[in-house]
């Protein structure tokens, strides 16, 4: 699934408001002007190398371990998580803890972050809440530990909301008239 929203960080969610979304033409790597600038420099680095074709992503919007990463709270998820990690939790500024931090990772901070969300955003509020208790680790300098995701000032500190307002924006008439482009990118 995309991301569909842009707007991690108001108090209210203007779902009529097309600044609130995502550009949903462009892919993750290209929502800031910016780092979609640092990508197309890659691309022509690479191709003037010669020495292998040139890309712009050198990562996937989808793999397995985007897909447990996000769902590391819950059973039996941790355990694939833990598989494919050797065995360890990520150091904690690495894992996902913030729906904000992961927005901002991949659409604008973070060259090797171009993840795209799954569909439990839209329906599984569980998965944002560490109900089983896993020791994630503290984040550097004053960032805390890892517990409960940290959800956007609009959802008022609750994942019910936060599921209910992601998935009122995903059928909301903007997504409906803009998501086949991102269909397009993907498929």
């Known amino acids: 699934f995309p991301w569909i929203l842009a707007d991690y ?3 209210e969610l203007d779902l009529d408001n097309p600044a609130s979304f995502r550009d949903l033409s462009k892919p ?19 191709s003037e190398m010669g020495d292998q074709p040139p890309f712009h992503y050198g990562t996937h919007y989808s793999s397995a371990m985007i ?9 039996p998820f941790v355990q694939s998580y833990l598989l494919l990690q050797g065995g360890n ?51 550097q300098g004053t960032g ?14 609750d994942p019910k909301i936060f599921i209910a307002k992601h998935r009122e924006a995903l059928e909301s008439p903007y997504v409906s008239q803009n998501l086949h482009h991102w269909i397009d990118l993907v498929f």
Request: charged share 20%; no cysteine; proline share 5%.
């Open 9 to 11: 960080t108001s108090e």
């Open 28 to 46: 993750m790597g290209a929502q800031n002007a910016g780092r979609q600038a640092e990508f197309v420099d890659r691309y022509k680095s690479f």
């Open 67 to 75: 897909v447990t990463s996000y769902l590391i709270r819950l059973q």
């Open 89 to 139: 939790f990520d150091h904690p500024d690495r894992l996902f803890y913030s729906i904000q931090k992961a927005w901002t990772s991949a659409s604008r901070d973070n060259m090797t972050d171009v993840r795209e969300l799954i569909p439990e955003f839209f329906y599984l509020p569980e998965f944002l809440t560490n109900t089983n208790g896993f020791n994630f680790g503290m984040r």
């Open 144 to 157: 805390g530990s890892i517990d409960t995701v940290v959800l956007p000032p609009w959802a008022k500190g």
